[in-house]
């Protein structure tokens, strides 16, 4: 149980263009879910918080008009990245907390690599 | 400023050792204590997690030992094996909401 899919696992795309990811909880709903960048050897750094049905909650030095997330249904929520430039390249990972009550433990997907050329 | 601190960076281990990492936190408000394990890009899996009212958690060989009042808590990994080799983050959780603080990762490498 408590899986989260991530779709695509990796693509390139050239810069000034859009990119779609896609996060999804197959077994459980998820009110909240979490969107996280990671550089090569380095921790995971939480770009925002996705609330189903409202505005996303964004950190500190992310641009939320650069990085639009919408958490449309309890099992879904998707990160674009708008107007990608090579600086976006990363692997971006999302996190997902099952609704109603639990532990609270956050399950991660499997990750997306962006690479903008 | 980074909350949560993580250490080794890195840790080699030969095979059947005990393979220890430790964390350090400073917000007392923090009330839940994942280990994720990282395999080369893959996500994080969650591996065990604590809450401060315990001071020992053990699944299989891998157990949490966690002191509040030092604000530390630690992870063993028992009779380490070379599929054991991964990066591993802990983390900890404030009481608002289920944002995660992540500590800066520990690659470990279990030699044959």
């Known amino acids: 149980g408590a899986v989260v899919s991530q779709h695509p696992s990796w693509v390139i795309c050239k810069s000034g263009t859009s990119v779609k990811i896609e996060c999804r909880s197959l077994d459980f709903q998820a009110t909240t879910m979490f969107w996280y960048r990671q550089f090569p050897k380095q921790s995971l750094m939480l770009m925002a918080t996705s609330n189903e049905g409202s505005k996303a909650t964004y950190e500190q030095g992310v641009e939320k008009d650069k990085f639009l997330i919408n958490h449309a249904s309890l099992t879904l929520s998707t990160l674009t990245v708008t107007s990608a430039h090579p600086e976006d390249s990363s692997f971006y990972i999302c996190?997902?907390?099952?609704?109603?009550?639990?532990?609270?433990?956050?399950?991660f997907g499997p990750g997306t690599r962006l690479t903008v050329t | 400023q980074q909350q949560v601190k993580q250490s080794p960076q890195s840790l080699i281990v030969q095979k059947g050792g005990i393979s220890i990492i430790n964390c350090a936190y400073e917000?007392?408000?923090?009330?839940?204590f994942p280990w994720y394990q990282q395999f080369p890009g893959k996500g994080p899996a969650l591996l065990i997690a604590i809450r401060p009212d315990v001071s020992e958690k053990k699944e299989g060989r891998f157990t949490i030992s966690f002191n509040k009042s030092a604000k530390q808590f630690s992870l063993h990994i028992m009779d380490s094996q070379p599929g054991d080799s991964a990066t591993y983050f802990c983390?900890?959780?404030?009481?608002?909401?289920?944002?995660?603080?992540f500590g800066g990762g520990t690659r470990l490498m279990v030699k044959p």
């Open positions: 983390a900890a959780r404030g009481n608002a909401g289920n944002m995660l603080t």
């Open positions: 917000n007392t408000a923090f009330d839940y």
């Open positions: 996190s997902a907390t099952p609704s109603g009550g639990g532990g609270g433990e956050q399950y």
